[in-house]
């Protein structure tokens, strides 16, 4: 395991603590000065067991451990272990076209491709780097390449039916591929009901296979196709088997939100790496709460007195 920050230049702040303790007993000590030249406050102090110096102690303690905490996590705290991870980085295309409103799948197909998006990043181990892209008669980057599952998971919950016509798998692919082209290794999950009608898909399969990006397709609808505000819409299942075939991926068929659950051991491929963990939000949330202690103290325990 190994320890570093991105930011170390702020290490310097650490001198602050000293400073802290220092400033605490000096203050402390003015503040019994000024007690006890208004009244006898030695004699209080001895009938109530009053000990300014030993009762202010843990309020120190936890104003030093509140700017260590902080200090650590605007310098960027970060430590790498090697881990059991997953051996590629993936893009999921998730299709938004028209027909994605289709109702053959309750309560809709692209809310089940949301899900099955969702539900395949939880799956993924730590330090698994996942882009969301949606595509339609054009695709769009929704979320860039990252480990964080709380981004990832935003990005697919935002994602909307797109109110541009056609389904441009062609450029999805491309799209896709760009996004992965510094990655060692390469794969995309492609979620669409396979209405492809814009663009030359064999220019798409040529750069993804140039690249080495396997491509997984998924297919979603039934054979009885769903209403959509267009008419009935049926899936069509050909172009999703010639991406996968192409790439060397695999094709899945999902009639329900089930079906891909099993099928994600044969995507994700593990091996050992070297994964970074950044630590500096769970710090911000320890420091939070430690403030709010503090709060509570000062104004209970160990209110000041008299």
Same mark, same amino acid.
């Given at each position: 395991?190994?320890?570093?920050?991105?930011?170390?230049?702020?290490?310097?702040?650490?001198?602050?603590?000293?400073?802290?303790?220092?400033?605490?007993?000096?203050?402390?000590?003015?503040?019994?000065?000024?007690?006890?030249?208004?009244?006898?406050?030695?004699?209080?102090?001895?009938?109530?067991?009053?000990?300014?110096?030993?009762?202010?102690?843990?309020?120190?303690?936890?104003?030093?451990?509140?700017?260590?905490?902080?200090?650590?996590?605007?310098?960027?705290?970060?430590?790498?272990?090697?881990?059991?991870?997953?051996?590629?980085?993936?893009?999921?295309?998730?299709?938004?076209?028209?027909?994605?409103?289709?109702?053959?799948?309750?309560?809709?197909?692209?809310?089940?491709?949301?899900?099955?998006?969702?539900?395949?990043?939880?799956?993924?181990?730590? @330090? /698994?780097?996942?882009?969301?892209? &949606?595509?339609? =008669?054009? $695709?769009?980057? +929704?979320? *860039?390449?990252?480990?964080?599952?709380?981004?990832?998971?935003?990005?697919?919950?935002?994602?909307?039916?797109?109110?541009?016509?056609?389904?441009?798998?062609?450029?999805?692919?491309?799209?896709?591929?760009?996004?992965?082209?510094?990655?060692?290794?390469?794969?995309?999950?492609?979620?669409?009901?396979?209405?492809?009608?814009?663009?030359?898909?064999?220019?798409?399969?040529?750069?993804?296979?140039?690249?080495?990006?396997?491509?997984?397709?998924?297919?979603? @609808? /039934?054979?009885?196709?769903?209403? &959509?505000?267009? =008419?009935? $819409?049926?899936? +069509?299942? *050909?172009?999703?088997?010639?991406?996968?075939?192409?790439?060397?991926?695999?094709?899945?068929?999902?009639?329900?939100?089930?079906?891909?659950?099993?099928?994600?051991?044969?995507?994700?491929?593990?091996?050992?790496?070297?994964?970074?963990?950044?630590?500096?939000?769970?710090?911000?949330?320890?420091?939070?709460?430690?403030?709010?202690?503090?709060?509570?103290?000062?104004?209970?325990?160990?209110?000041?007195?008299?």
């Amino acid at each position: 395991m190994a320890i570093y920050f991105t930011h170390p230049y702020y290490l310097f702040l650490i001198v602050i603590l000293p400073i802290i303790v220092f400033l605490h007993f000096y203050l402390l000590k003015i503040k019994k000065n000024v007690a006890v030249r208004f009244s006898n406050f030695d004699a209080i102090a001895r009938i109530r067991g009053i000990d300014l110096y030993s009762k202010n102690l843990v309020v120190v303690i936890l104003a030093m451990l509140i700017s260590f905490l902080a200090i650590l996590s605007i310098s960027g705290l970060q430590y790498q272990q090697v881990i059991s991870s997953s051996a590629s980085s993936y893009v999921i295309a998730i299709d938004t076209s028209q027909s994605m409103q289709a109702n053959d799948l309750p309560p809709s197909r692209i809310e089940v491709a949301k899900k099955v998006a969702s539900g395949f990043v939880d799956s993924t181990p730590a @330090g /698994t780097k996942v882009a969301i892209i &949606t595509f339609s =008669g054009s $695709s769009f980057l +929704e979320q *860039d390449l990252t480990d964080d599952k709380e981004l990832i998971k935003n990005a697919i919950d935002n994602i909307q039916l797109s109110s541009i016509g056609g389904t441009d798998i062609r450029e999805a692919i491309i799209s896709g591929t760009n996004v992965l082209a510094q990655e060692d290794s390469k794969s995309m999950i492609l979620m669409s009901d396979g209405r492809l009608n814009v663009g030359d898909l064999q220019e798409g399969l040529d750069y993804a296979t140039k690249n080495n990006v396997i491509i997984h397709t998924i297919g979603l @609808g /039934t054979d009885q196709g769903g209403q &959509t505000s267009l =008419g009935l $819409s049926k899936i +069509e299942e *050909d172009s999703l088997k010639s991406i996968s075939f192409a790439t060397g991926g695999q094709y899945f068929r999902v009639k329900n939100e089930s079906d891909f659950v099993n099928s994600l051991d044969s995507i994700l491929k593990y091996k050992l790496k070297n994964v970074t963990f950044d630590l500096t939000r769970p710090l911000m949330i320890a420091v939070l709460i430690l403030v709010v202690l503090q709060y509570i103290l000062v104004n209970t325990r160990y209110k000041s007195f008299p």
